[in-house]
């Protein structure tokens, strides 16, 4: 078979695959055939009337300070319409940390997000959202702080080509009155803990159904030490990732990916891989 024959085969196939019609391409721009799926950056893109996500999330560690899975479940729902959603985040472990075993459900994150700016010419898409953090995980285990807690996150979103979108994060935590068992067994005095971050992300559509992510996040965390004094961290990563349309009809869209955060100082732990499965469909 020669080379010229071999292309066009392989063009063929891409096409089945991805499922690359002609006429797709004149009515949307390669990069808006996946939204709404960034792995650590969040995109400030609302769920459109009628139409429900579920995102599945999973983290393994291998690094000698933390090792073991970290999961995270998400489901999103519009409220009447694209201006308003609702959605929970429910957190689970299954790991050793600094030695402890940190196996069980973590804390769940009930979540609102208002849709204040809807992307267009010179502007981006803005989509503030609050989280109440309910203490459902368990203080003595480590998977969760036993208080409740409060988020605030800042997302935008540009579309600044037809094949390249930009997302930037900025969010504060805050955890009042936080105890946490100490090396001697008992528990710290009560501190308040308000950790930050910021970030920001690119992607690239390769191809409509297969984009290309690097993602950059900073966190500032407030923390306890064993002795019960507070400490501060800074934990930068770097991610570069890809994620897939595997399914992609108008009711119904199916996307996964994989992603490999790095830490860029002693304090960010190396994770080992991110992965990332959502299944968005209309509900009604």
Not at 83 to 102: A, V
């Amino acid at each position: 078979m020669s080379a010229r024959v071999l292309a066009k085969v392989w063009v063929v196939a891409i096409c089945v695959v991805y499922g690359l019609p002609v006429v797709a391409f004149a009515q949307r721009e390669p990069i808006e055939f996946i939204e709404d799926n960034s792995f650590l950056i969040e995109e400030a893109y609302n769920q459109e009337p009628g139409v429900v996500q579920h995102i599945f999330q999973a983290v393994y560690s291998n690094d000698p300070r933390q090792r073991g899975w970290a999961f995270a479940f998400t489901q999103e729902w519009p409220i009447y319409g694209q201006d308003h959603q609702f959605s929970y985040t429910i957190l689970g472990y299954h790991l050793i940390n600094e030695g402890e075993r940190q196996y069980g459900v973590g804390d769940t994150l009930l979540n609102y997000r208002y849709q204040a700016l809807e992307e267009g010419p010179g502007k981006p898409a803005f989509a503030p959202r609050f989280s109440l953090i309910i203490p459902t995980g368990n203080r003595d285990k480590g998977t969760g702080n036993g208080v409740v807690g409060y988020q605030w996150s800042l997302p935008f979103s540009k579309k600044v080509a037809s094949r390249l979108a930009l997302h930037a994060n900025f969010g504060i935590t805050y955890l009042p009155h936080v105890r946490s068992p100490m090396n001697n067994g008992q528990l710290s005095p009560k501190r308040s803990l308000v950790s930050s971050w910021v970030g920001g992300s690119a992607i690239y559509a390769l191809l409509p159904r297969l984009h290309l992510m690097l993602e950059w996040l900073g966190i500032i965390e407030d923390n306890i030490n064993g002795a019960g004094r507070p400490v501060r961290t800074f934990n930068p990563l770097l991610s570069p990732g890809v994620r897939t349309a595997v399914f992609n009809e108008e009711d119904l869209q199916i996307v996964a990916g994989v992603g490999v955060p790095i830490g860029l100082n002693r304090q960010a732990n190396n994770v080992a891989g991110f992965f990332y499965f959502s299944v968005e469909h209309k509900l009604f």
